[in-house]
């Protein structure tokens, strides 16, 4: 089982950068494949970023290419790096870990969320 709690959403303007933070329980968590995905009110989740177990291979949605970072350390924990911020990218941010490989895109497990609102 591993839990995953998500921090660092905020109310921000556009143009500005954010830092979101995954922290995960599992003790065994190189084994797992991390990813960012969001969820925009009326609107279905969707992928935003997925980290590979050692953290070589990154994938990005198009509409963030270029703008945000996936990354982890050994400490645990997930970051999602947010540049160049658009009212587009209001959602709701939720960090997961999955046993498949970071290009399935397929998680097993999920965080509460945070709340990340840019304003124009």
């Known amino acids: 089982q591993v839990q995953l709690v998500e921090s660092g959403g905020g109310l921000m303007q556009a143009g500005a950068s954010l830092r979101l933070s995954c922290v995960a329980s599992a003790p065994t968590f190189s084994r797992y494949s991390m990813g960012w995905l969001r969820q925009a009110p009326g609107k279905e989740r969707e992928f935003v970023a997925s980290?590979?177990?050692?953290?070589?291979?990154k994938y990005y949605a198009d509409s963030v290419k270029g703008r945000f970072t996936i990354s982890r350390d050994n400490a645990k924990t997930a970051y999602l790096q947010m540049n160049s911020l658009k009212p587009e990218d209001t959602a709701v941010y939720y960090c997961a870990a999955g046993s498949s490989t970071a290009l399935s895109r397929v998680f097993d497990y999920w965080g509460q969320g945070t709340q990340v609102t840019v304003s124009s």
């Open positions: 980290i590979s177990r050692s953290g070589g291979l």
